[in-house]
């Protein structure tokens, strides 16, 4: 049996600031041809703990030992953990639950949710370390391995098999890893008279993604290519009738977007070239109404930090931290504790607002959140929230308004509650579509545009409208 295993590895390297933990995020290609047997998949070392200081803004801890939420595929086998630094009479007091046995001081997990509590949190001298292996699934091999498999495929096959896992202090998330194994058929190099698109100051060598309408023999809308430098699209011609937009979602820069793109020709070879710029600033102030809360509410920008970044939208919060729960006035004048929006539009002409930028409230009232129809640059977070609270309330106000159909995604086909927009959901919710980081960023009544935080093109685009201009609201491009 003939093997042949050529692959990319694309490696993303998040460096934490003081408030956000150290993570990776790590995407692998495998390109099969014939029917392969994989020996080796590569081994991810996921070091035990948090290794920057104040990783975890209140935090109470820290603690001894940790946590770990382990979230595997349904298209992986398992996921191998070998445990390194761990001795044995820490290892066997580990408790598991799930979808996951120990043997020695191997871990496997199999698709599913599964918990690991005992992990040792270790602030002095050696760190434990989980070296990951994801194994992917025979039959999805098997398949792509299959003679037809090349002109069946597709540019984002169902070939996905990955496991993220999330490190806990009690319920606070300190680091998350996730890497993903992309098993694909094999396809010759593209001819070299082919028209590219090439990206230049690409921060973190992203595997970025790239939105494109243009015209072949057809209007092409809403074509997803993925690369980190250039990719091939075949002859784009001139634009004719057509639509020609060129928009890029990378990490560590801000989504590029370029309307009415006239660099193709009838003749093939051109090159677009989009030089990305620096991710997108947007001030928040933070008004803390309810007492202690400060230390929750710096968790929460962190995080959504963290999304907003992970997810391509392109945009970082520069949050100002008002603490004014020991001022009586400044708690009535807020308000907000019914869960409602009755003060936001009165908010605004009062010390506690400050004028073209979101402000967030975090008030003493038993509800998640809501951001204010009265006033957009007005949410509320109140006692009952989790982590995915802010970065849901922040994106009602850029564009994906809860009194928009589409606002919030639980009854839309292509979305699952681990989506930032599922109203309710879990505080893990982690995800933002290509087509909602869309709408964040060109929406015509997005606060971002709106602020002024950013500049230029923008687009009427309702959350469920779909056309040549507006991407529908589920496109996406997975993995990230």
Excluded at 129 to 154: F, H, T, Y
Excluded at 228 to 239: D, K, P
Excluded at 313 to 337: H, Y
Excluded at 421 to 447: E, K
Aim: charged share 15%.
């Amino acid at each position: 049996m003939r093997q042949v295993i050529a692959g990319l590895v694309v490696l993303v390297l998040f460096l934490a600031t003081p408030a956000q933990a150290t993570h990776w995020d790590r995407f692998l290609k495998l390109c099969f041809e014939d029917l392969l047997v994989i020996e080796e998949i590569p081994e991810i070392p996921v070091p035990v703990g948090c290794e920057v200081v104040d990783c975890c803004p209140g935090c109470p801890g820290p603690p001894d030992y940790l946590e770990w939420r382990i979230l595997v595929d349904k298209n992986a086998r398992s996921v191998e953990i070998r445990l390194e630094g761990v001795d044995e009479l820490v290892m066997s007091g580990m408790k598991l639950r799930g979808n996951v046995t120990r043997k020695g001081n191997v871990l496997t997990a199999g698709p599913g949710e599964s918990f690991v509590t005992g992990l040792p949190n270790a602030r002095k001298g050696s760190v434990a370390v989980g070296v990951v292996k994801v194994m992917p699934n025979a039959e999805q091999i098997r398949a792509l391995s299959a003679p037809d498999a090349d002109a069946e495929a597709k540019d984002e096959p169902d070939s996905n098999s990955g496991v993220e896992i999330y490190q806990l202090a009690g319920k606070y998330v300190v680091n998350k890893f996730r890497s993903r194994l992309q098993i694909l058929p094999c396809h010759p190099p593209p001819p070299l008279r082919e028209d590219r698109i090439r990206l230049t100051n690409n921060t973190s060598n992203d595997n970025a993604v790239i939105l494109a309408d243009y015209r072949q023999a057809a209007c092409r809308n809403d074509l997803i290519h993925r690369t980190m430098t250039e990719v091939f699209i075949g002859n784009a011609l001139t634009n004719g009738t057509c639509n020609s937009d060129v928009s890029v979602f990378s990490d560590d820069n801000a989504m590029s977007f370029e309307p009415n793109v006239t660099t193709w020709t009838n003749t093939a070879g051109d090159i677009h070239t989009v030089n990305l710029r620096a991710m997108l600033t947007a001030p928040v102030t933070v008004w803390i109404a309810m007492a202690g809360a400060t230390p929750r509410a710096q968790n929460d920008v962190a995080n959504a930090n963290l999304l907003y970044n992970q997810n391509n939208v392109g945009v970082r919060f520069n949050a100002t931290f008002n603490d004014v729960s020991g001022n009586a006035n400044a708690v009535t004048t807020i308000g907000g504790t019914n869960g409602g929006c009755a003060t936001a539009g009165a908010l605004a002409g009062t010390a506690f607002h400050t004028v073209g930028r979101i402000n967030i409230y975090y008030v003493n009232g038993a509800f998640t959140g809501v951001n204010c129809g009265a006033n957009r640059n007005v949410s509320f977070i109140g006692t009952t929230s989790n982590l995915g609270s802010l970065p849901h309330e922040i994106a009602h106000a850029y564009a994906l308004r809860p009194s928009d159909a589409g606002g919030h995604t639980n009854t839309l086909a292509g979305f699952g509650n681990n989506n930032i927009m599922f109203a309710g959901g879990p505080g893990t919710r982690n995800h933002f579509s290509v087509g909602q980081a869309f709408r964040i960023n060109v929406s015509d009544i997005s606060q971002l545009n709106v602020n002024g935080t950013r500049v230029g093109t923008t687009r009427a685009c309702a959350p469920l409208t779909t056309s040549n201009i507006c991407p529908a609201l589920a496109l996406d491009s997975l993995p990230h």
